[in-house]
């Protein structure tokens, strides 16, 4: 919202998004690896 508004710098905010990317790595891995067997697909 910072950088929509104006107050927050592009860099700032890719920054913040490529902090994330390993937690979204960890979700993808307990999708793939986890519901299927969780909810009976295999």
């Known amino acids: 919202m910072r ?3 104006g ?3 592009f ?3 890719e920054r913040w ?3 994330y990317l390993p ?3 960890v979700w993808a ?3 793939v ?3 299927p067997p ?3 697909y295999i």
């Open 7 to 9: 107050r927050g710098s």
């Open 17 to 19: 998004q490529t902090a």
């Open 29 to 31: 891995a307990l999708v």
């Open 23 to 25: 937690v979204y790595a």
């Open 38 to 40: 969780l909810f009976r």
């Open 11 to 13: 860099s700032a905010l």
């Open 3 to 5: 950088f929509l508004r």
């Open 33 to 35: 690896v986890v519901f």
